[in-house]
């Protein structure tokens, strides 16, 4: 006989482009197709704290998600959608205080009872300085915003999760699962120890039973299904014997879910439907340890921005598995495997072994540098084993023969994000600071700038500075002012790893053209733009590292022209150029004009992103050398692509 049925996780959909009004036309769509909870992906110069006419900003807005520079953006994204019936996600790290304190505004002009409003921020900052670069401030003062962020909460929105440690990005960025384990507990517990001291002791249980994790599922389902019953485990562990939360419910380990996107491969794309499927089993098959909400990418991902069927196609792969098979049906699936058992006892101890190595090193905060570099490190090892075919990718090192897929024929077969979005969200920015009471702007930023000198919560002063009309460029400039900027580590050491696989011909072409050029080959690597998503860029100065180059990369966030300044300083041989948000064409447009105007336009520019073939085609007409996408994933050849392109007396073809 079989229990009565579960409910079903909360389905979503991670979205937004463009504009706000494009979002919420989006958002409305997909709710009336069966979706249970909004999604929000902001753009870049939003998870940053620019405006959208910034410098900075330029070529980013509206492409990884929506732009909302006020509160009228806000207005805008949640038009006809009752807050105070949504459950809202919101994938905002940085900026989460002032995200949280516009939607807040926007409920209360819907005349919404705050107390009941149900979502989450993201508002983890440490995985930022690992994995997604999108920080603004230095550590301390972000884990400070964090806290502030969840005792605001506990007071005034006590169905909110004021915080979802994200241990998505750390297997993005080619974490173990003993890794993603003790990283974002490790995380979680630097949280925990920052918030004790701001709600008393007998609300801290409950602000606990608030704290959620986001978490990715890679391919191997079995080893992810256990990872997932392990992270049960030791929260609840950690919190009852580190911590001394007594309440069962309070140590109940509470996550959301996006399947992985690393593995989704741009040859045969349509075989990621199938890694989709696989990847969902892991954090729903297993009762104990299944997801609260999952939310899936699209087949199509690695080729550029879905389209609304692409979505709606795995909405309807959650709907399936939930309403058509039986698995909502049974008890805990796994309970009592010994395989199981065993898998699942070793990736704890795997993981109480790196905690202890954290803690020994005076916590998260302190050990950011130590978990940046071995993360880069554990990344290498994925990518050199996928080169030597030690794993299987079907598609791209095995199998690779196949018939032209008919989803990726003809025009219209990935969304394009409308060209003209940039310009109109500027020019409702520049109408919006021309109608709004300049006076009341200043004083509520002055009255920020104040919070955050002070130590005062910044919540109020940030929902004030809302409701008077600040922008988000503008709030982002009051928190810069008062606790500092930050350059996170960028993990690559320069000392080479131990890896010589298929290294020896790369290193004597790198010296025979080093001796030709009377110095060691030096490669600048850059990342224009606000795009954090640095493994690739990483993983390229890595292996440039190990072959012999003399590499010169700063990390993320760089202009044009600082790029330019550096080749020119660094008398760079060739640069190399990472961007993974969509902004390539304008930003390297800018960055050649700049090369040639500086005198360097006899350096060879390269360039690596999901880039599409159209788009490749005009970069090589602006002067790039070599477009590389995700389907390039044999570094060693690149690696020797770069040094003939440098050689002033080419060597033939290895």
């Known amino acids: 006989m079989t229990q009565a049925k579960e409910t079903p996780w909360l389905f979503r959909t991670y979205a937004g482009h463009s504009t706000a009004k494009a979002s919420n036309a989006l958002y409305r769509t997909n709710l009336a197709k069966g979706q249970t909870g909004l999604s929000v992906a902001f753009d870049l110069p939003t998870q940053t704290g620019y405006d959208s006419d910034h410098e900075l900003a330029r070529g980013e807005v509206g492409k990884v998600g929506v732009p909302v520079s006020h509160l009228g953006d806000m207005r805008a994204l949640f038009d006809a959608i009752p807050l105070e019936q949504m459950n809202t996600s919101m994938t905002i790290n940085a900026t989460a205080p002032w995200l949280l304190a516009l939607y807040i505004a926007v409920a209360e002009e819907q005349g919404a009872d705050v107390s009941k409003l149900q979502g989450t921020v993201q508002n983890d900052l440490i995985k930022e300085y690992l994995s997604r670069g999108t920080y603004i401030c230095p550590p301390k003062p972000s884990l400070r915003m964090i806290t ?87 929260w609840d562990e950690i919190l009852l014997e580190r911590y001394g939360v007594t309440e069962a419910k309070y140590r109940r380990f509470r996550y959301g879910v996006q399947v992985n996107s690393l593995g989704l491969t741009e040859q045969q794309p349509e075989n990621n439907v199938y890694r989709i499927l696989i990847e969902m089993l892991a954090v729903t098959l297993s009762k104990k340890a299944r997801a609260r909400a999952v939310q899936l990418p699209a087949w199509n991902e690695a080729l550029g921005l879905p389209r609304p069927w692409d979505q709606q196609w795995s909405l309807r792969m959650q709907q399936i598995l939930a309403y058509e098979t039986d698995l909502l049906e049974y008890d805990d699936l796994f309970d009592g495997n010994p395989a199981i058992d065993r898998k699942v ?8 072994e790196e905690l202890a190595q954290i803690d020994a090193m005076g916590g998260a905060v302190a050990a950011i540098d130590y978990m ?198 660094q008398e760079a041989h060739v640069v190399g150029l990472s961007i993974l948000s969509g902004s390539h064409l304008p930003l390297i447009a800018e960055t050649m004009d700049r090369m040639r105007a500086a005198g360097l336009d006899h350096v060879p520019v390269v360039v690596g992103g999901i880039i599409p073939e159209d788009d490749a085609a005009q970069l090589r007409a602006m002067g790039v050398a070599a477009v590389y996408t995700p389907k390039d994933f044999e570094l060693n050849r690149i690696m020797m692509d770069i040094v003939a392109l440098v050689d002033p007396a080419p060597i033939a073809a290895q």
Request: with cysteine.
């Open 372 to 569: 940046k570099g071995r993360l880069v490190e554990a990344n290498a090892e994925r990518i050199s084993k996928i080169e030597a075919k030690e794993t299987i990718v079907v598609g791209v090192n095995r199998w690779t023969e196949a018939a032209p897929s008919p989803l990726t024929a003809g025009d219209g077969a990935i969304m394009q994000a409308d060209p003209e979005a940039e310009a109109d969200q500027i020019a409702r920015l520049t109408a919006w600071r021309a109608a709004r009471d300049e006076g009341r702007v200043q004083a509520a930023l002055s009255a920020l700038r104040a919070a955050c000198a002070n130590g005062e919560n910044v919540m109020p002063a940030s929902i004030a500075a809302a409701k008077a009309g600040a922008t988000t460029g503008e709030w982002g400039a009051t928190v810069r002012a008062a606790f500092g900027q930050y350059r996170g580590p960028t993990g690559v050491s320069k000392a080479p790893s131990n890896r010589t696989e298929g290294l020896d011909p790369i290193r004597e072409a790198v010296q025979a053209v080093s001796s030709r050029l009377g110095r060691q080959l030096k490669f600048l690597v850059g990342k224009p733009g606000l795009d954090g998503h640095s493994n690739g860029a990483e993983q390229i100065a890595a292996r440039a590292r190990d072959c012999g180059m003399d590499i010169h990369y700063e990390g993320i966030r760089l202009t044009p022209a600082e790029i330019v300044a550096s080749a020119a300083d």
């Open 345 to 352: 006892d070793a990736l704890k101890q795997g993981a109480r």
């Open 148 to 234: 502030d962020v969840a005792a605001y909460t506990q007071k005034h929105l006590p169905k909110w999760n004021p915080m979802n440690v994200c241990s998505y990005h750390l297997q993005e960025a080619g974490a173990t699962p003993e890794q993603e384990l003790a990283f974002a507990l490790a995380t979680a517990c630097a949280v925990l120890d920052d918030l004790k001291g701001k709600v008393s002791a007998a609300d801290f249980p409950n602000m606990v039973g608030r704290i959620s994790f986001f978490v990715n599922a890679g391919i191997r389902f079995v080893t992810e299904m256990c990872k997932m019953r392990a992270f049960v485990d030791l």
